[in-house]
């Protein structure tokens, strides 16, 4: 076997809202299954790597999400470091970059559109059909629970956006608020590894009363080889290899995609997940593509 060297930047803390130890129990496991393949692994978290003035290494893995330690990271990947998931892939699951990608790609997605959070206009909501909005910071992931909120009314959405504003955050993404069920699955492009599940039924969410405003599971049949093939389209668009979402099912079997997100927790697989997350690291390393 090839040893390679490869230097592990961690997630923040801050940036896993109610998954920090199954975040660091992903990440931990990938990089024992990464030795047990013969690569020599140094691990360090987002703000060691901030205060490196040289990275000497060639080959990272990360699942970091600190805006400056994106950016590091593309320099690095600009200048031919390997990094995977690839920073530009990261920033391309913040939610604006996200939804602009999905929407332009023809992935099938609840109807979204970007405003500036001083939005307090009509169109956009005319344009969406159905009972409630689910308003999103545009900018970045959740790091809180207000973060991603429900509306069931436009008075309430754009008093979401005023708030959003207040916060200085820049823009939001209205979503459609889609009926079905409620799907949460887990993939690595690349490979035959997806695992899908009903999060309510197994008590893994983030919000509670999330499961409220969407309601118990109602178990539509549907096509999961049909989902697992749009969700690896969907990473494919946005560039990165170890991914999860979400998805609602309607009741006609259709799905559409509501979330997609660089490098999840893989929490109820993630025995199964981790060998086959180094596998692929290992093998995108080996072969420097």
């Avoid at 496991?29 to 047990?36: F, H, N, P, R, S």
């Avoid at 699942?63 to 994106?70: C, D, E, H, P």
């Avoid at 973060?147 to 069931?152: C, G, M």
């Avoid at 991914?243 to 025995?271: H, M, Q, T, V």
Wanted: charged share 25%.
């Amino acid at each position: 076997m090839n040893e390679l060297k490869i230097l592990g930047v961690h997630r923040n803390k801050k940036f896993s809202p109610n998954h920090i130890g199954n975040d660091d129990a992903i990440f931990s496991q990938t990089a024992k299954e990464l030795e047990k393949l013969g690569c020599r692994i140094t691990i360090c978290c987002e703000d060691e790597f901030l205060a490196m003035e040289t990275v000497n290494y060639s080959k990272i893995f990360t699942m970091a999400r600190q805006k400056q330690v994106v950016a590091k990271l593309q320099e690095l990947e600009r200048n031919g470091t390997q990094v995977l998931n690839s920073a530009f892939g990261i920033e391309n699951c913040f939610r604006t970059n996200l939804t602009n990608a999905l929407n332009n790609a023809n992935i099938p997605v609840a109807d979204s559109y970007i405003v500036p959070t001083d939005y307090q206009g009509d169109d956009v909501f005319d344009q969406i059909k159905g009972k409630g909005y689910w308003i999103k910071r545009g900018d970045f992931h959740a790091i809180h629970k207000e973060d991603v909120s429900f509306a069931a009314s436009r008075e309430e959405a754009k008093e979401i956006l005023r708030e959003y504003a207040l916060r200085e955050i820049p823009d939001a993404v209205i979503s459609q608020h889609l009926v079905g069920d409620l799907v949460k699955f887990y993939g690595v492009r690349g490979t035959d590894f997806f695992f899908w599940f009903y999060p309510y039924d197994a008590n893994h969410h983030k919000y509670a009363d999330y499961q409220q405003i969407n309601g118990n599971s109602v178990y539509y049949p549907f096509s999961a080889e049909g989902l697992q093939n749009t969700a690896n389209e969907a990473a494919g668009v946005v560039g990165i290899d170890i991914y999860g979402g979400d998805a609602i099912i309607g009741k006609e079997g259709d799905y559409r995609i509501i979330d997609l997100n660089d490098w999840p927790s893989f929490a109820p697989c993630r025995d199964q997940a981790a060998g086959r997350i180094a596998g692929r690291l290992y093998q995108r390393f080996l072969n420097n593509n």
